[in-house]
């Protein structure tokens, strides 16, 4: 079993190091945006992160700045959700997180609710994806249980809130 601390070890050299290496096992992340991946020998094969499996959790993953990991070796994925060589799964990793910079930025804490200003208006018109991301705003659900329930990619979901945060009809509470 290997541990470390993703702000003295970034993940994406950690990831780096075990797709390279040949093993098989489950890296463990302790954080709010943690979660688990899975390696066969140069290849992820399964993500969980919080209620999401696959794209949606590698998305997430990919934020990660902090935490506490562990690498359990020779523990097998129970399913397969991804399927990324080493090459195209550190390609997705990069772009990934690179995308997530500016969604970071707004949204730094995700176990705080979004709640809706005084200058939200019911007659505010929004897109079927926009609908879907701020329906939850009114069950004032940490924003980590909103991504995971709205039935969007997670960064789909933040884009599609963004633009309300910046306008001042929405806020994180």
Known sequence: MV???LAVFPFLPVMQMLLSSGRRGRLSVAHARGGEVWV??????????????GEGALQVLSTLDGGQFTFAPDVPAAERTLSLR??????????????????LH?????SRPLRFTARWTEAQPVTRSQYMALSLVPEGLPLRTMLDRCGLPPRSALETIHPFV????VEVA
Do not use: K, M, Q, Y
Not at 106 to 110: A, G, H, I, S, Y
């Open 3 to 5: 541990r470390g601390d």
């Open 40 to 53: 066969e020998p140069g290849e992820l094969v399964h993500a969980r992160s919080g209620g999401l499996t």
């Open 86 to 103: 080493r090459e195209a799964a550190l390609r997705r990793l990069i772009e990934e997180s690179d995308a997530w910079g500016p969604l």
């Open 106 to 110: 707004v949204f730094p804490d995700w």
């Open 166 to 169: 910046t306008a001042g009809l």
